[in-house]
């Protein structure tokens, strides 16, 4: 198997597994915020229960949509579904990245959470722009690395709330851990794919 046939492989398992892990993420964790009350939000979140909502309901959209992106049927044989889902998806991205924002700005844990969230929300909303100038000057190569940057920091948010559950004993301290998810739930698996996408064009150049 040469490098880039490997390097889709190593790329398809990761998209392939975020997207298995994100049904069960949405199919379990989310289901609390569609009802509208003030014990299924808890008071951290009730105060601002509409971007909350807002901020879930597009997540869950890019969660569950941007793996068809990658599908090669869906992009060769069906093009308008592709071009339509891909625009779902990156408004998607920009209006969940504006709740997100928000909701950094409004959130009392600490400054490290805070910061990390904004970054967080900024790149989201950052590779999904970058996609879209990358494909409307018809460089497919580009839009399809930066889809990919995208769906990556988009299962950001499913990655804060494992660790957080699995992480609850090993750091006790909320802020401590919430802090240093809100930066390693999107900075870990970014730089992770990102390897995955240089890796061919290093082993290009040194030929």
Same mark, same amino acid.
């Given at each position: 198997?040469? &490098? %880039?046939?490997?390097?889709?492989?190593?790329?398809?398992?990761?998209?392939? &597994?975020? =997207?298995?892990?994100?049904?069960? =993420?949405?199919?379990?964790?989310?289901?609390?915020? =569609?009802?509208? !009350?003030?014990? &299924?939000?808890?008071?951290?979140?009730?105060?601002?229960?509409?971007?909350?909502?807002? /901020?879930?309901?597009?997540?869950?959209?890019?969660? %569950?949509?941007?793996?068809?992106? =990658?599908?090669?049927?869906?992009?060769?044989?069906? %093009?308008?579904? /592709?071009?339509?889902?891909?625009?779902?998806?990156?408004?998607? !991205?920009?209006?969940?990245?504006?709740?997100?924002?928000?909701?950094?700005?409004?959130?009392?844990?600490?400054?490290?959470?805070? !910061?990390?969230?904004?970054?967080?929300?900024?790149?989201?909303?950052?590779?999904?722009?970058?996609?879209? +100038?990358? @494909?409307? #000057?018809?460089? @497919?190569?580009? /839009?399809?690395?930066?889809?990919?940057?995208?769906?990556?920091?988009?299962?950001?948010?499913?990655?804060?709330?494992?660790?957080?559950?699995?992480?609850? #004993?090993? +750091?006790?301290?909320?802020?401590?851990?919430?802090?240093?998810? &809100?930066?390693?739930?999107?900075?870990?698996? %970014?730089?992770?794919?990102?390897?995955? +996408?240089?890796?061919?064009?290093?082993?290009?150049?040194?030929?």
């Amino acid at each position: 198997m040469n &490098s %880039l046939s490997l390097k889709r492989v190593l790329i398809g398992f990761l998209l392939i &597994s975020g =997207f298995i892990i994100s049904v069960y =993420f949405v199919a379990v964790k989310t289901p609390r915020y =569609f009802v509208f !009350t003030e014990e &299924s939000y808890g008071p951290y979140f009730w105060t601002r229960a509409n971007w909350v909502l807002v /901020h879930v309901v597009f997540g869950i959209l890019a969660l %569950l949509i941007g793996p068809f992106q =990658f599908i090669p049927a869906i992009q060769n044989n069906y %093009l308008n579904v /592709h071009r339509w889902m891909g625009r779902t998806y990156l408004i998607s !991205t920009m209006i969940g990245g504006i709740a997100g924002l928000y909701m950094a700005s409004t959130s009392q844990i600490n400054y490290t959470y805070q !910061t990390g969230l904004t970054s967080l929300a900024l790149i989201w909303m950052t590779a999904g722009t970058m996609a879209y +100038i990358a @494909i409307r #000057n018809l460089n @497919i190569k580009q /839009h399809r690395e930066w889809m990919i940057r995208s769906y990556v920091i988009t299962f950001g948010f499913t990655v804060f709330r494992i660790m957080d559950e699995l992480l609850v #004993n090993a +750091i006790p301290d909320q802020g401590d851990r919430l802090g240093m998810l &809100s930066w390693i739930c999107w900075a870990v698996p %970014l730089l992770i794919a990102e390897v995955c +996408i240089q890796s061919g064009k290093l082993r290009q150049a040194s030929e």
